[in-house]
């Protein structure tokens, strides 16, 4: 598959993550909310009836594209998940040592997402290579030397922080003091994402272009109120080249993942291995401020999944609320479950 790529350059964000309240930020921005960002991009440049042609075909399950999850870059490296399966080891038993620091690792270089796809076991991986953040991100030797230079000398790539506030009550003028999370990012550094698309036309591609655009001037994430989420899209020349799904027995979402009734089986697959995560929010738009959007569970990117026939495996749903048979606001509140596969080279003990 070709993947096209954007770069999101910017240096504090507050991506929310639920449960855990303001003062807690992740450190990327899921694929599930990027096009939530796109639809109300698209919204607020051409209207509602326009984006609902727009997503009619999402909404049928073909879609026009399919966006994966943002994750970190360094100069010129870009980092993917790294698969939940360590693999099989060629060099032999692994100590109690190294499966702790196999486990902290949630961020693989190129070159060596490349290699686990092939079937290179995580251990092997981590005997020969480098962990940078506190051994959360596994890099080769080669791509060491296209870090940044304040990164090769042990600068985070980013950094997560709390920023202290004052909220004053109107009637009684008492302060109260609460925090916001945030992610910062060092110089050269930030996020990517690729989109997969189904038929790469002109008119999709500019489409695209325009939508990273409008995002550029109204910023991602959370908080943007007070500073933060301001960046630019960059899209990048370069493509990426991966295996589809139908060319392996096993493959890896870069995307969340909400499968199908019919997708079920790839989660009983013998080595499958996935993680549950479980997503609400906000809705912003003008007819529904203050309502949350229903809860969905998902599968979280960097999971091991059988085989798939689909392009883009998952499904679009509905989250819009719903009290006692009652529908609160008048338009649906899609949330994105459709994912880019990435076929795996057998199965990883």
């Known amino acids: ?22 003062e807690v930020s992740a450190s990327t921005f899921p694929s599930d909310s990027l ?7 698209h919204a607020n440049l051409f209207g509602s009836a326009k984006t609902t042609t727009f997503l009619a075909p999402f909404k049928a399950g073909t879609p026009s594209f399919c966006v994966t999850s943002t994750f970190p870059y360094a100069g010129d490296v870009k980092f993917f998940p790294a698969p ?19 486990k902290k690792i949630e961020w693989l270089s190129a070159d060596l997402f490349n290699a686990a796809i092939r079937g290179t076991s995580l251990v092997d991986l981590l005997a020969d290579n480098t962990t940078l953040q506190n051994g959360k991100l596994l890099v080769s030797q080669t791509e060491v030397r296209k870090l940044p230079p304040a990164i090769q000398t042990g600068t985070p790539i980013y950094q997560m922080s709390r920023r202290p506030r004052v909220t004053v009550a109107r009637t009684s003028a008492k302060s109260t003091l609460f925090h916001t999370g945030s992610v910062h990012y060092a110089a050269d550094c930030g996020l990517w994402f690729g989109v997969q698309y189904a038929d790469q036309t002109t008119a999709t591609t500019a489409l695209l272009d325009t939508l990273c655009l409008e995002l550029s001037d109204a910023g991602l994430g959370g908080e943007r109120n007070v500073g933060y989420g301001n960046c630019t899209f960059v899209r990048q020349a370069a493509t990426l080249q991966l295996p589809t799904a139908q060319e392996r027995p096993y493959w890896t979402n870069l995307s969340r993942f909400l499968p199908q009734q019919a997708e079920l089986s790839s989660l009983k697959a013998a080595q499958a291995s996935y993680r549950l995560e479980t997503i609400d929010g906000w809705i912003t738009s003008p007819q529904s401020m203050g309502q949350r959007k229903r809860r969905v569970n998902m599968i979280g990117t960097g999971a091991v999944l059988g085989s798939t026939a689909s392009v883009f495996p998952g499904s679009m749903v509905d989250v819009a609320p719903h009290y006692a048979n009652n529908r609160p606001i008048s338009h649906p509140v899609y949330r994105m479950g459709h994912t880019v596969a990435i076929g795996l080279a057998g199965a990883q003990a």
């Open 1 to 22: 598959m070709t993947l096209q790529t954007w770069h999101i350059q910017g240096s504090s964000f507050h991506f929310g993550r639920l449960g855990l309240g303001q």
């Open 35 to 41: 096009f939530g960002a796109f639809v109300a991009a």
């Open 84 to 102: 939940m399966r360590f693999g099989t080891s060629k060099t032999g038993a692994t100590s109690s040592i190294a499966l702790k620091a196999l």
